[in-house]
C-alpha cells in the first residue's frame, strides 16, 4: 500500500458507508415497488419465482449481509446478479435492458472493494509490525 495509510483508511471507510447508503436506498425503492405494485405471489408464475430468488431476493439478501461481513455479502450481490442475468438470457434470449439492473446491485461492488481494501490494510498493518520486530523496533 502506497501513500498514506491514513489517507487509504479514510477512502475504505467512505466506500462502505458509500456502499451501506446506497444499499439502504436500492433495498428501499425495491420495497417501495414491492408494496406499490402491490405484490401478489399467487400472480406469479412458477418459473418466474427463479428469477425473483435472484433479483430482488438475492441481491437485497446480499446487501444485508455485507453490513457485517462486505466480502461474503457483495459476493452475494453480484453472485445473485449474474445468475439473474445468466437466467433472463436463458428464458428471453436476451439481457435484460436498461441500467437500473446494476443500479440496484451496485452496492455489491462497492462493498467487495471495500472487502479487499480492508484485507489489503490488515495485511499491509501485519508486515509492517513484523518488520518492526524484526529490525528491533517497538512497535
Known amino acids: 500500500m502506497a501513500g498514506n495509510p491514513d489517507r487509504h483508511v479514510l477512502l475504505t471507510r467512505t466506500i462502505r458507508w458509500t456502499a451501506r447508503a446506497w444499499a439502504v436506498a436500492s433495498i428501499g425503492l425495491i420495497l417501495a415497488f414491492f408494496i406499490g405494485e402491490g405484490f401478489a405471489p399467487a400472480r406469479v408464475a412458477p418459473r418466474e419465482w427463479l428469477g425473483l430468488l435472484f433479483f430482488p431476493l438475492g441481491i437485497c439478501a446480499g446487501m444485508l449481509v455485507a ?3 462486505e466480502g461474503l455479502g457483495g459476493g452475494i450481490t453480484v453472485g445473485s446478479l449474474l445468475a439473474f442475468y445468466i437466467l433472463h438470457l436463458a428464458t ?7 441500467w437500473a439492473w446494476l443500479a440496484f446491485a451496485a452496492p455489491g461492488f462497492l462493498f467487495l472493494l471495500c472487502w479487499h481494501r480492508a484485507r489489503r490494510e490488515r495485511v499491509h498493518s501485519g508486515v509492517v509490525s513484523d518488520q518492526r520486530f524484526l529490525s528491533g523496533r517497538p512497535s
Open 92 to 98: 428471453a434470449g436476451a439481457f435484460p435492458k436498461g
Open 67 to 69: 453490513w457485517r461481513r
